[in-house]
Nanobody, 113 residues
Framework: QVQLVESGGGLVQPGGSLRLSCAASATFLSRSDIGWYRQAPGKLREWVATITSWGVTNYADSVKGRFTISRDKAKTAVYLQMNSLKPEDTAVYYC???????WGQGTQVTVSS
């Protein structure tokens, strides 16, 4: 069974950085497009970024230029590097494996002084 495990969330001050990880078996991760989503309290879940199995990336306008999605060379993890964080980036962040329609459990990111 395919499982995704997110990690790397936490509390950071505005302007700070965090790197989120989404880990899974290379057998599945390497052949799947992976997306990051986030859900703030009282709001709908929104798409943040996607990386295809070929490495093509795409970003929501709200994070473009600040966030970077990437894969590790072993293809066992997908990362979301988040820089210049803002309070409005506060949310639970989830990764999704599109080909298998699987979600991770989420990791909390809080941006506050």
């Amino acid at each position: 069974q395919v499982q995704l495990v997110e990690s790397g969330g936490g509390l950071v001050q505005p302007g700070g950085s965090l790197r989120l990880s989404c880990a899974a078996s290379a057998t599945f991760l390497s052949r799947s497009d992976i997306g990051w989503y986030r859900q703030a309290p009282g709001k709908l879940r929104e798409w943040v970024a996607t990386i295809t199995s070929w490495g093509v990336t795409n970003y929501a306008d709200s994070v473009k230029g600040r966030f970077t999605i990437s894969r590790d060379k072993a293809k066992t993890a997908v990362y979301l590097q988040m820089n210049s964080l803002k309070p409005e980036d506060t949310a639970v962040y989830y990764c999704k494996m599109f080909q298998y329609d699987v979600w991770g459990q989420g990791t909390q990111v809080t941006v506050s002084s």
